[in-house]
């Protein structure tokens, strides 16, 4: 008993005595290369896959894009304002859509099980889009957020619940910095940005509420691209969230904080939307794409040829984690508040096939190519265990009469080739213009679940 408590005595100070080193050493200041010098949370480079989700009052016409408002009132786009005129009385305005965000099916719990059920090991929903509709009860947005219209609930608080007490996936949320329509950031706009009263009054504060209040993993910023981060202020909140906010430890932010800075600095990098490189990007980067290929807010007249096909999702995914990136796959959601099937159906087809090939996924490294220098379509990644490096193939093509020259990998006498999903391993020999040939028996592709994509798992090579 007694010696129970002198060593959790012990195990207090360290502890204590740990923390007060971390924070007296790590100070980050609100200038770029100080925040910049924050290493990135190892959860997110590991997770490897997250799933978007856009959502607001744009989901009511759900016709174009989650931009509707704008594409109506500013672009003046003639499908838009012809689309209002055939079907909506002449003085309805955007903001009338709200009421009729019903939200009358969403159930938080069962969005959660569908996002687990994809194996992504994260999420970002769209809590604030452009419209400056947050999805909780803001204390900084009267009558415009979804407490006080449409839904009457907080969509952000319910998800959050569900997503933390159901599964290990991480929670973080979208924000955009400007609001179109919003009369303080139009007055700040016509002053060049020279005052700051809708930054001071609005994007802060509901910031810093954002953050106390659901504690997200993840601050997707959005809506910078009009001025600079110092409108923004964005330095002073970043030096806040690393330095002092509930969750300073966990928390990873883009790059979205001003024209000068995407693509250059901050968390990780997103550049512009549907970044994929290609090539390998040494900072950490994502690549943020839409499931339908033309919107991220749900579009009530979308055709099944503008959704990823299953082959199109894991040839991006391939690329995107061989290169360096996260992948954020969108989806959006009825008005309503459902995830239609055919979204439901991509969600767990990609969920099968990581739960048989996440070794090649999750937690991996990129290896010392990222494609293959002979067969095309062949997309590499890395396990590395001390010494060890095992190396994946990703497979985007079964190989034609079932034999496939991977040019990349040097083999030792003791390579071993084998298939993630597959017992057994697979013959091979050097082949002679440079790397292996590997011989794969031919009914293999029966038994695996997903014919779209297919990881060889190489062994104890040279390199
Ligand atoms: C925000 O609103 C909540 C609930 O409506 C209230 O409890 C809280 O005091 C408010 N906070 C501020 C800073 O106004
Ligand atoms: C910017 O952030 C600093 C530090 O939090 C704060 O003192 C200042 O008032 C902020 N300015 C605006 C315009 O929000
Ligand atoms: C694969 O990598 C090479 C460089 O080794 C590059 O030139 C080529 O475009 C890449 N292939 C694809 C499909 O991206």
């Known amino acids: 008993m007694e010696k129970t408590i002198t060593l959790s005595v012990v195990l207090t100070f360290v502890v204590v005595f740990n923390n007060i080193l971390y924070v007296s050493c790590v100070k980050y200041e609100p ?46 786009n003639p499908a838009t304002v012809d689309f209002m005129k055939k079907n909506y009385r002449p003085d309805f305005t955007y903001p009338d859509f709200a009421s009729q965000f019903s939200a009358e099916f969403f159930n938080a719990n069962e969005w959660a099980e569908i996002l687990k059920s994809s194996g992504a090991k994260y999420v970002v929903l769209v809590s604030k889009h452009c419209e400056g509709f947050p999805l909780w009860p803001s204390n900084y947005s009267w009558n415009w957020n979804s407490m006080d219209v449409g839904p009457k609930r907080d969509i952000v608080g319910e998800l959050a619940k569900a997503v933390r007490s159901k599964t290990d996936i991480h929670f973080g949320m979208y924000h ?25 009054t609005k994007t802060m ?40 906010s509930p969750v300073k430890d966990k928390v990873c932010v883009n790059d979205r904080w001003g024209s000068n800075i995407r693509c250059k600095h901050g968390g990780f990098l997103n550049c512009n939307d549907k970044y994929n490189p290609g090539v390998l990007n040494k900072k950490k980067w994502e690549n943020c794409m839409e499931m339908d290929r033309y919107s991220w807010g749900y579009r009530r ?31 959006g959601p009825t008005k309503d508040g459902m995830i239609i099937p055919i979204y439901q159906e ?5 969920g099968e096939w990581l739960g048989v090939n996440g070794e090649a996924i999750y937690g991996s490294k990129p290896w010392s190519h990222q494609n293959d220098t002979i ?34 990998p040097l083999s030792s006498s003791s390579t071993i080739v084998s298939m993630l999903g597959y017992d057994g391993n697979f013959d091979w020999k050097p082949n002679p213009g440079g790397g292996i040939e590997v011989t794969i028996p031919p009914i293999t592709i029966n038994k695996l679940p997903c014919n779209d994509a297919w990881v060889l798992k190489l062994e104890n090579l040279q390199n």
């Open 301 to 331: 007249n979308a055709r099944l040829a503008d959704y990823f096909s299953m082959h199109e999702l894991l040839s991006e995914v391939a690329e995107t984690v061989s290169t360096g990136g996260n992948i954020l796959i969108n989806i």
């Open 205 to 244: 504060p509901e910031l810093y509420e954002m953050v106390n209040r659901y504690q997200p993993d993840i601050i997707w910023s959005d809506g910078d691209w009009t001025t600079t981060d110092v409108y923004w202020n964005a330095t002073n909140f970043l030096a806040w969230l690393y330095n002092e």
């Open 31 to 76: 200038n770029w290369e100080s925040l910049d010098s924050r290493p990135l949370p190892s959860w997110y480079d590991e997770a490897k896959i997250g799933i978007f989700i856009t959502w607001g009052v744009f989901s009511v016409p759900s016709f174009g894009t989650e931009w509707f408002w704008w594409t109506w009132k500013e672009a003046k």
């Open 346 to 350: 991509r969600l767990k087809q990609l």
């Open 176 to 200: 955009s910095l400007l609001e179109w329509f919003n009369p303080l950031y139009i007055q700040d706009r016509e002053n060049g940005f020279k005052t700051q009263d809708f930054v001071r």
């Open 375 to 408: 067969t095309k379509y062949i997309w590499y990644t890395s396990q590395i265990a001390g010494s060890d490096v095992t190396v994946y193939a990703i497979l985007l093509f079964w190989p034609a009469d079932n034999t496939v020259i991977l040019g990349a």
